[in-house]
């Protein structure tokens, strides 16, 4: 995955930090499932999420915890032993996600962060008009590890 976030902070109480951020990553998410007469793969190739995060700043660190929505704006799904055979569908999925992360203040606009997520994207059924015997009810867990560096702007 590669992308990028905006998201705006404010320190309060000298050390508490609320935001609020949205990214949006280009992704190669690949899953399958196998079945008596068939096998069904998926791919989505992007993921955004946009998320509330409260943390705790001293020194140069951040410390936080974040939480909100995720959503893949399409996933293209291929069925070998459909009704129809070697058939496709498409679908958006949308669900949740939460994680932590750590950011570290290497000057006062530039920061580094590594970061977790976990995304529960709910199942959404594919191939409803041509009939599936397989798994045709298609969702994504995702565990998600990721660095990333941040400019600051500031006098806003």
């Known amino acids: 995955m590669v992308g990028g976030t905006v998201g705006y902070n404010y320190q309060f109480n000298a050390n508490w930090v609320l935001?609020?951020?949205?990214?949006?990553?280009?992704?190669?998410?690949?899953?399958s499932a196998t079945y008596v007469g068939g096998l069904t793969t998926a791919k989505a190739k992007?993921?955004?999420?946009?998320?509330?995060?409260?943390?705790?700043?001293?020194s140069n660190w951040l410390?936080?915890?974040?939480?909100?929505?995720?959503?893949?704006?399409?996933?293209?799904?291929f069925c070998s032993g459909c009704v129809a055979p070697f058939q496709t569908d498409s679908h958006s999925l949308n669900?949740?996600?939460?994680g932590g992360g750590v950011e570290y203040g290497l000057t006062p606009n530039i920061s580094l962060k590594a970061e977790?997520?976990?995304?529960?994207?709910?199942?959404?059924?594919?191939?409803?008009?041509?009939?599936?015997?397989?798994?045709?009810?298609?969702?994504?867990?995702?565990?998600?590890?990721?660095?990333?560096?941040?400019?600051?702007?500031?006098?806003?």
């Open 19 to 31: 935001g609020i951020e949205a990214d949006w990553d280009w992704a190669s998410i690949n899953g």
């Open 46 to 58: 992007d993921l955004g999420t946009a998320r509330g995060r409260i943390g705790y700043a001293w």
């Open 116 to 156: 977790y997520l976990y995304a529960n994207m709910r199942t959404t059924n594919f191939f409803v008009p041509a009939g599936c015997p397989g798994p045709c009810d298609i969702g994504a867990n995702l565990n998600i590890f990721r660095v990333g560096a941040n400019w600051r702007f500031t006098g806003l």
């Open 95 to 98: 669900g949740y996600t939460f």
């Open 63 to 77: 410390l936080y915890a974040t939480g909100g929505w995720a959503w893949t704006s399409k996933v293209t799904a």
